[in-house]
């Protein structure tokens, strides 16, 4: 078979390596994939919101199947073209892709089918958010409406600080049209959960769950990043927690898609917070997270591509989707300066015998040699039998890799041991 997958980033290359297993699979196309994915695929410089050229490049090629990985496409259509094409695909029409698309449009589908969130209100106007805010309970969250690459959330202590928030959103447009209208939630606390789950429009199979360690330094202290870290599973995910949130939340979002005429087909990220009153939506992803897919496919023992084309075809209730019962962990290796200003082009070490577990998020090949090219540079996994052995395992292979002004947070998966313990 002749797969295309669409993106360049880690979470792309964690999902080639996982595809390659399957005997079936001849040759992978990364578009346009990064120095590492060149490694596993034939990358190819299109980009992923080119849509017209990802489409005319998978008929030429007679691609067999598709998948689209990243946000900014699944939301352009890049499913609906490839379909359109007859290109069988991996992820959800655009129709389906707003979940993400549109924090309104989400926000108000839970408000409607009773899927339990923070409250809220909506505004396209800053002098009424402004309003708003004058009395309105602090801490506060404040939500660009539309995708503003994993940046788009402020959390305001005060209400200065929420304040200015509407003000960089609405008035100075820090993130373009996607913050034309934002959403002001209420501040929820507790344990965070990232589950990732397979869904064909009407059944749900949850991943294993993960936890994202977002803060750029130990102690979750400095600024927000898209990721330093993720390990599967999450302990503080009990049985009973993933039991509530199947009936309370995980069904009732699929259904309720497709009773507004948006079936989801793909992977639904449910972005979860355990609060005291039981566990709530924070916000959806339509496609795999990253890094938590660095840690969660390399659990998954069932073949990849047979469960991604039982979503496509509705047969995922007929489809074998087994974990392996053991823990994974993910430690970022990032640029000096990350998530500010950094330099690129600094040449990268990783020894030959780990190079397996190493996903390459932000490199490049320059004479034949990876260099830097991004903020997150790789991501470096291991799978054990317990999560401090993942743990262990990762961080020994991260003290062998090497690179200029590498820097990586050391206390992943910290507070889940002291869970444990």
């Known amino acids: 078979m002749r797969i295309l997958v669409v993106g360049g980033g880690g979470r792309e290359h964690a999902i080639i390596k996982k595809l390659k297993e399957n005997e079936a699979v001849d040759t992978v196309f990364a578009l346009p994939g990064n120095g590492g994915i060149a490694g596993d695929a034939i990358c190819v410089a299109i980009g992923a919101t080119d849509i017209a050229g990802i489409t005319a490049f998978a008929v030429q090629n007679d691609i067999d199947y598709a998948v ?239 469960v991604m084309k039982a979503t496509t075809d509705g047969t995922l209730a007929e489809t074998e989707v087994k974990f392996k019962k053991g823990a994974a962990a993910c430690v970022v290796m990032a640029s000096a300066g990350y998530p500010g200003a950094y330099e690129k082009g600094k040449p990268i070490q990783i020894p030959r015998d780990i190079a397996d577990d190493i996903i390459v998020a932000g490199a490049a090949l320059k004479d034949g040699h990876l260099v830097t090219s991004g903020g997150r540079v790789l991501g470096v996994t291991h799978v054990a039998p317990t999560l401090a052995e993942a743990l262990d395992g990762a961080y020994e292979k991260v003290r062998r890799v090497s690179f200029d002004g590498a820097f990586y947070r050391r206390d992943i998966g910290a507070r889940a041991l002291n869970k444990k313990a």
């Open 68 to 306: 689209v990985a990243p946000d900014d496409p699944l939301v352009l259509g890049a499913v609906d073209a490839l379909s359109a094409a007859g290109i069988p695909c991996f992820g959800p029409d655009s129709k389906a892709a707003i979940i993400e698309g549109s924090k309104i449009f989400a926000k108000d589908l839970m408000k409607k089918y009773g899927i339990p969130t923070a409250a809220y209100e909506t505004f396209d106007s800053a002098d009424a958010a402004l309003a708003y805010l004058e009395n309105a309970p602090m801490p506060a969250v404040i939500k660009a409406d539309g995708l503003a690459l994993g940046k788009g959330v402020i959390i305001a202590e005060t209400r200065g600080e929420a304040f200015d928030a509407v003000r960089i959103v609405m008035r100075d447009k820090k993130f373009g049209k996607s913050g034309e209208r934002i959403v002001i939630e209420e501040f929820l606390t507790g344990p965070e959960v990232s589950v990732l789950a397979f869904t064909d429009g009407k059944t749900v199979v949850p991943m294993a769950s993960s936890m994202d360690h977002k803060r750029a330094l130990d102690g979750d202290k400095g600024l927000n990043t898209g990721g330093m870290g993720t390990i599967a599973p999450n302990p503080f995910y009990t049985e009973d927690v993933a039991d509530r949130c199947m009936r309370e939340i995980f069904l009732p979002t699929v259904r309720a898609m497709t009773a507004e005429g948006r079936p989801f087909k793909g992977c639904l990220y449910f972005g979860l917070m355990l609060t005291e009153n039981g566990p709530k939506v924070i916000e959806y992803n339509c496609r795999f997270g990253d890094p938590e897919t660095q840690v969660v496919l390399p659990l998954l023992e069932s073949d990849l591509l047979t």
